[in-house]
């Protein structure tokens, strides 16, 4: 049981609307926000920032404080450029809910004025000291000029036995030009679509990969394809996967990098055991262990009640070519 004892303070108090304090999509670091700018005087011009600022706010609890505040309807703004070219942002809190057409109606008769903080450098241009001498304009090819008298970057050649002193050597035929040859990279095979869907549904998989790099989805279709090249179902890649995730509670940080270990290497399929062999765990109905898991790409594991010995259901077989 709970008691509360409240005296009403004889000075320098707002009055906050009990739906205001007790609002249920409004963190507590949105509700400090907007009672500390609503508890501000008439005249005061503090912005959002220096108030998240003076109340220990952090940057991303305030901009998810704001975000709050602006989807709700107790915080608007509008950029607009204010005297000498200045851009200006207005801000507009209200201890009500209100919506874009009675805020811009707000907002359009206050006076728009320019912000009080002295101009950054980046606005007001530094004096300049002009430089001694008249300008020189640049040559118009851009390159420094070259002495053409001399060059040093070949050593002389030596005499050969029939030159003479001061002649240079007899030219040599230049060589034949041989054909480029044209470079053949050798490129890896495009990964088959069931690979690359199989990919893209292991988000779902497991929480661990959500996060796989966009740019490793063709390499990690590429390992897929030779599971499925050596007779591995998506199932058993699945159980693979997920037996190979850690299951301590330790966060994979590179859930690629993990999958590409996880199927480097694809060992052969091991041959699947005759329906009437198959082991069901104890206590399971007659029911369930009349049904198959699926080996068609699905996004989680599917049952099938099978009618001979097909291995997907009836929804692969039908989307199948």
Same mark, same amino acid.
């Given at each position: 049981?709970?008691?509360?004892?409240?005296?009403? +303070?004889?000075? %320098?108090?707002?009055?906050?609307?009990?739906?205001?304090?007790?609002?249920?999509?409004?963190?507590?670091?949105?509700?400090?926000?907007?009672?500390?700018?609503?508890?501000?005087?008439?005249?005061?011009?503090?912005? !959002?920032?220096?108030?998240?600022?003076?109340?220990?706010?952090?940057?991303?609890?305030?901009?998810?404080?704001?975000?709050?505040?602006?989807?709700?309807?107790?915080?608007h703004e509008?950029?607009?450029?204010?005297?000498?070219?200045?851009?200006?942002?207005?801000? !507009?809190?209200?201890?009500?809910?209100?919506?874009?057409? /009675?805020?811009?109606?707000?907002?359009?008769?206050?006076?728009?004025?320019?912000?009080?903080?002295?101009?950054?450098?980046?606005v007001t241009?530094?004096?300049?000291?002009?430089?001694?001498?008249?300008?020189?304009?640049?040559?118009?090819?851009?390159?420094?000029?070259?002495?053409?008298?001399?060059?040093?970057?070949?050593?002389?050649?030596?005499?050969?036995?029939?030159?003479?002193?001061?002649?240079?050597?007899?030219?040599?035929?230049?060589?034949?030009?041989?054909?480029?040859?044209?470079?053949?990279?050798?490129?890896?095979?495009?990964?088959?679509?069931?690979?690359?869907?199989?990919?893209?549904?292991?988000?779902?998989?497991?929480?661990?990969?959500?996060?796989?790099?966009?740019?490793?989805?063709?390499?990690? %279709?590429?390992?897929?394809?030779?599971?499925?090249?050596?007779?591995?179902?998506?199932?058993?890649?699945?159980?693979?996967?997920?037996?190979?995730?850690?299951?301590?509670?330790? +966060?994979?940080?590179?859930?690629?990098?993990?999958?590409?270990?996880?199927?480097?290497?694809?060992?052969?399929?091991? /041959?699947?055991?005759?329906?009437?062999?198959?082991?069901?765990?104890?206590?399971?109905?007659?029911?369930?262990?009349?049904?198959?898991?699926?080996?068609?790409?699905h996004v989680?594991?599917?049952?099938?009640?099978?009618?001979?010995?097909?291995?997907?259901?009836?929804?692969?077989?039908?989307?199948? +070519?």
């Amino acid at each position: 049981m709970i008691y509360r004892h409240f005296i009403a +303070p004889p000075r %320098a108090f707002t009055q906050f609307s009990h739906d205001l304090i007790r609002h249920p999509r409004l963190s507590s670091d949105a509700v400090r926000l907007l009672t500390w700018q609503l508890s501000l005087p008439d005249g005061a011009r503090e912005p !959002l920032s220096r108030t998240a600022e003076r109340a220990h706010i952090g940057a991303c609890a305030f901009t998810r404080a704001k975000r709050q505040l602006k989807a709700e309807g107790f915080v608007h703004e509008r950029r607009l450029q204010g005297p000498g070219g200045l851009w200006v942002t207005q801000q !507009l809190v209200s201890s009500v809910p209100l919506n874009a057409a /009675e805020a811009a109606k707000l907002l359009a008769q206050l006076p728009v004025q320019p912000p009080s903080a002295a101009v950054s450098p980046q606005v007001t241009p530094s004096p300049r000291i002009p430089a001694v001498g008249t300008p020189t304009l640049p040559t118009t090819d851009g390159h420094p000029r070259k002495d053409l008298g001399e060059n040093t970057s070949h050593h002389p050649a030596e005499q050969g036995p029939g030159q003479r002193q001061g002649q240079g050597p007899e030219p040599s035929p230049e060589p034949k030009q041989q054909p480029a040859r044209q470079a053949n990279p050798t490129t890896e095979p495009e990964p088959p679509q069931a690979a690359r869907d199989f990919v893209a549904a292991l988000p779902h998989l497991s929480p661990d990969l959500r996060r796989i790099p966009r740019g490793m989805h063709d390499e990690l %279709a590429r390992l897929v394809a030779r599971w499925f090249a050596a007779d591995h179902t998506p199932a058993t890649i699945r159980l693979h996967i997920l037996r190979g995730l850690p299951d301590d509670g330790t +966060p994979v940080h590179r859930p690629g990098g993990l999958l590409r270990h996880l199927l480097r290497d694809a060992p052969p399929a091991p /041959e699947p055991a005759p329906a009437a062999q198959q082991h069901f765990p104890v206590g399971m109905s007659n029911r369930l262990a009349a049904l198959r898991e699926c080996e068609g790409t699905h996004v989680q594991a599917t049952l099938f009640k099978p009618t001979g010995n097909e291995t997907h259901c009836r929804r692969c077989l039908n989307s199948s +070519p």
